[in-house]
C-alpha cells in the first residue's frame, strides 16, 4: 500500500522519558523495546537473557564514555507506528545536553517512583518540557511495591508541577496483591502486560475487577475507582497537547504492568511531529521541502571507527540517503552518503527518514549544533540553546609543545558541546566553560584518552560570562575597547564578556544600559550575526 507523506508523520512519535534517577527508566525503555521487537521475544529465558544483554551493552557504552554517555536514540516500531525514543543524560550536570534533548521531541513520559513521588530531578525535567509545552503522559511505575496513595500522588503531581491530573487506568491493589490496571472510561481490565487486549468487565462500577484482589482490599478498590470517576478531571486532549493536563497510568515496569497501555498511550494522545518553528516561518512536518536540524555531536561513539556522528531531527519533507543536503549556516552542499538510524544498541544505513526521525549523519566536523539542512530553502531553526558558563577554568597542558593540538581538541570538543570554549582578545590562553563540574571531569578524561592530552585546570580570573550585544555597531565597539582584558569570543566568534563576579556584571550592566548581557545565546542566530 503506497503510504502518502501525510501517513508517514502522522504514524510517528518522538518522545523522552524524563525521571529522577532509580525512579524506573532504563526498565521502561527496555521494556518498551521489547514491545517493539527491537529486542526478540522468544520464550522466558530468551527475553531475559536478551533484556540483561541490552542491559550491559548500554552499561559497556556507559562505562567505556565515561558518564558523558549522552542522548542516545531508539527507533522501534510497534502496531505500524514508529517510535523515536531520545534518551536524556541521568545526571543532573547535563543540563545542556537535556535542553537540546528536548528541543528534538514532540512529547515526554514522565517516570514516577509509586513510593516516592514527585523528585527534584523530574521538577527540574519538567520545567524545561513546561518552557517549550510539551505535553506529557505520566507513568506511575514500581506499583507492585508498597506505594502511596493513589490520590495523594495525584494531589502531588498537581501541586508541585502546577499540572491538572486525569487518570486513564486505575491501579489493582498495590504491593503484593497487584495484579493488574483498569481502565476508568471503558471499565476494562488488563491483568498484565502480556495481554494485547483488556478485557471488559461487568457489574456496577469495578466489581469484577475487585474480584482479583484479597477480601480485604476489594471494597477500598472500588471505592477508589468510584472517587476517582467522580473527583478527578477527565482527559482533554487539547489540555493535554498544550501542556496543561497530564494523562496518568500506574504499573510495574518490571513486573509488566502497564506498559502496554503506555504505549498505546503514546499512539493515541501523544502528538505526531509537530510544526517547527523557524527564524522566518512555520514549518509543517507534512511539507515536501526536507529540513532538519542537528540537535546533539557525540564523537567516537564506535571506538572502532574515530568518527563523529550529528544528531538530526527530522523536520519536514523526506531526508534520503544519497542526497545533497545544503548546510545552511555555510550554504555549502552536503552529501548525506550514510545516514544512519539507531535500533537499541545497532546501527544501520538509513535509506529515508521523514519528520520525528532522529538520524546520525557522520561527519568530521562539518556540522555542528544547531546546525540547519535542508534540500535548498534558507531556513533557520530556533530553539537549541546554548547556557552561560557557570564554572570557567582555564586548561593547562602538562607537556606545553602540545599546544597547538590542544587548541583543536578543544574547538572539537566544544563544537561537540561537551564544553564552551572562549578565546581571550588579549591573547591569554583559552577558557573553558562548563554548566556542571562533572563536565570538567569528562573534558580533562577525553582529552587524556582520545586525544592523549593530560591537562590540569587552574582557576581563571573570571567567574560569569554573558553574550554581549548592543542597538548599534559603534556602541559595541565602544564597550568591548574599554574593557579589552575581560573581552573573549565564543566558537562561532560571537563577544562574550567576562566578570570576576556577580557584582562586577552588574555594576557594568548599570553603567552602560545599552549593552545586553545574555546568558542565553541560539546557536545559529548567534553564527549568523558573526558571519
Ligand atoms: P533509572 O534508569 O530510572 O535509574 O532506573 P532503573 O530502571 O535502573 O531502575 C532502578 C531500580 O528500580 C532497579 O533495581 C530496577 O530493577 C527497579 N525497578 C524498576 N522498575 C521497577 C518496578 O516496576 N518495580 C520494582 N519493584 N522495581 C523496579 P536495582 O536493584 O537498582 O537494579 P537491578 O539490579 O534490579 O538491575
Given at each position: 500500500m503506497a503510504d502518502t507523506l501525510e501517513d508517514k508523520v502522522a504514524r510517528r512519535r518522538t518522545f523522552a522519558i524524563i525521571s529522577h534517577p532509580d525512579a524506573g527508566k532504563t526498565t521502561l525503555t527496555e521494556k518498551l523495546l521489547l514491545f517493539g521487537g527491537a529486542i526478540q521475544l522468544a520464550g522466558e529465558v530468551k527475553a531475559k537473557k536478551n533484556r540483561q544483554s541490552s542491559r550491559s551493552d548500554w552499561m559497556k557504552i556507559e562505562k567505556e564514555r565515561g558518564i558523558s554517555v549522552v542522548t542516545s536514540v531508539m527507533t522501534f516500531e510497534y502496531e505500524d507506528h514508529v517510535f523515536n525514543l531520545l534518551d536524556t543524560p541521568g545526571h543532573e550536570d547535563f543540563a545542556d545536553d537535556t535542553y537540546r534533548t528536548l528541543?528534538?521531541?514532540?512529547?515526554?513520559?514522565?517516570?514516577?517512583?509509586?513510593?516516592?513521588?514527585?523528585?527534584?530531578?523530574?521538577?527540574?525535567?519538567?520545567?524545561?518540557?513546561?518552557?517549550?509545552?510539551?505535553?506529557?503522559?505520566?507513568?506511575?511505575n514500581k506499583m507492585d511495591r508498597e506505594a502511596r496513595d493513589n490520590f495523594e500522588i495525584l494531589d502531588e503531581i498537581e501541586e508541585k508541577l502546577a499540572l491538572d491530573t486525569a487518570p486513564i487506568t486505575w491501579p489493582i491493589g498495590q504491593g503484593k496483591s497487584f495484579c493488574g490496571t483498569y481502565h476508568l472510561a471503558e471499565s476494562a481490565v488488563r491483568h498484565g502486560d502480556d495481554e494485547t487486549e483488556r478485557t471488559k468487565v461487568n457489574g456496577p462500577q469495578a466489581d469484577a475487577a475487585a474480584g482479583m484482589l484479597p477480601d480485604n482490599e476489594q471494597e477500598g478498590f472500588v471505592e477508589g475507582v468510584e472517587l476517582a470517576a467522580e473527583a478527578c478531571r477527565p482527559f482533554d486532549m487539547q489540555a493535554f497537547r498544550e501542556g496543561h493536563l497530564t494523562p496518568v497510568f500506574f504499573g510495574s515496569a518490571l513486573k509488566?504492568?502497564?506498559?502496554?497501555?503506555?504505549?498505546?498511550?503514546?499512539?493515541?494522545?501523544?502528538?505526531?511531529?509537530?510544526?517547527?518553528?523557524?527564524?522566518?516561518?512555520?514549518?509543517?512536518?507534512?511539507?515536501?521541502?526536507?529540513?532538519?536540524?542537528?540537535?546533539?555531536?557525540?564523537?567516537?561513539?564506535?571506538?572502532?571507527?574515530?568518527?563523529?556522528?550529528?544528531?538530526?531531527?527530522?523536520?519536514?519533507?523526506?531526508?534520503?540517503?544519497?542526497?545533497?543536503?545544503?548546510?545552511?549556516?555555510?550554504?555549502?552542499a552536503m552529501p548525506l552518503s550514510a545516514p544512519?538510524?539507531?535500533?537499541?544498541?545497532?546501527?544501520?544505513?538509513?535509506?529515508?527518514?521523514?519528520?520525528?526521525?532522529?538520524?546520525?549523519?557522520?561527519?568530521?566536523?562539518?556540522?555542528?549544533?544547531?546546525?540547519?539542512?535542508?534540500?535548498?530553502?534558507?531556513i533557520v531553526f530556533r530553539g537549541v540553546p546554548n547556557f552561560a558558563p557557570e564554572i570557567l577554568r582555564r586548561v593547562s597542558l602538562k607537556d606545553a609543545m602540545k599546544a597547538k593540538k590542544l587548541k583543536e581538541a578543544l574547538a572539537q570538543m566544544a563544537e561537540e558541546g561537551v564544553v564552551q570554549l572562549f578565546t581571550p582578545e588579549d591573547g591569554s590562553p583559552a577558557i573553558v566553560g562548563?554548566?556542571?563540574?562533572?563536565?570538567?571531569?569528562?573534558?580533562?578524561?577525553?582529552?587524556?584518552?582520545?586525544?592523549?592530552?593530560?591537562?590540569?585546570?587552574?582557576?581563571?580570573?573570571?567567574?560569569?560570562?554573558?553574550?554581549?550585544?548592543?542597538?548599534?555597531?559603534?556602541?559595541?565597539?565602544?564597550?568591548?575597547?574599554?574593557?579589552?582584558?575581560e573581552m573573549t569570543r565564543d566558537l562561532d566568534g560571537d563577544p562574550v564578556y567576562m566578570a570576576p563576579n556577580a557584582f562586577s556584571l552588574n555594576y557594568e550592566a548599570e553603567r552602560w544600559p545599552k549593552i545586553e548581557f545574555a546568558t542565553v545565546k541560539d546557536y545559529q542566530i548567534g553564527a549568523k550575526k558573526a558571519a
Open positions: 528541543t528534538a521531541v514532540d512529547s515526554a513520559i514522565m517516570v514516577i517512583d509509586a513510593a516516592k513521588g514527585i523528585e527534584p530531578r523530574t521538577l527540574k525535567l519538567f520545567e524545561v518540557c513546561r518552557l517549550r509545552d510539551i505535553p506529557i503522559i505520566t507513568f506511575v509488566n504492568y502497564g506498559v502496554r497501555d503506555l504505549i498505546h498511550a503514546l499512539m493515541d494522545y501523544a502528538p505526531a511531529p509537530r510544526a517547527q518553528e523557524a527564524e522566518n516561518r512555520h514549518v509543517e512536518a507534512t511539507e515536501k521541502g526536507m529540513s532538519a536540524f542537528v540537535f546533539k555531536i557525540q564523537a567516537n561513539m564506535d571506538p572502532n571507527h574515530r568518527d563523529r556522528i550529528a544528531f538530526v531531527r527530522v523536520c519536514s519533507g523526506t531526508l534520503a540517503r544519497g542526497m545533497k543536503a545544503k548546510l545552511v549556516r555555510t550554504g555549502k544512519q538510524f539507531f535500533f537499541a544498541s545497532q546501527r544501520h544505513l538509513a535509506e529515508e527518514a521523514y519528520a520525528g526521525d532522529v538520524v546520525g549523519i557522520p561527519n568530521h566536523g562539518t556540522l555542528r549544533i544547531g546546525d540547519t539542512l535542508t534540500d535548498g530553502e534558507d562548563v554548566v556542571g563540574a562533572l563536565q570538567i571531569d569528562v573534558l580533562a578524561e577525553r582529552l587524556n584518552q582520545e586525544y592523549s592530552l593530560p591537562v590540569g585546570f587552574e582557576q581563571a580570573r573570571f567567574a560569569v560570562a554573558r553574550w554581549i550585544s548592543a542597538p548599534s555597531p559603534q556602541e559595541l565597539r565602544d564597550f568591548m575597547e574599554a574593557h579589552r582584558g
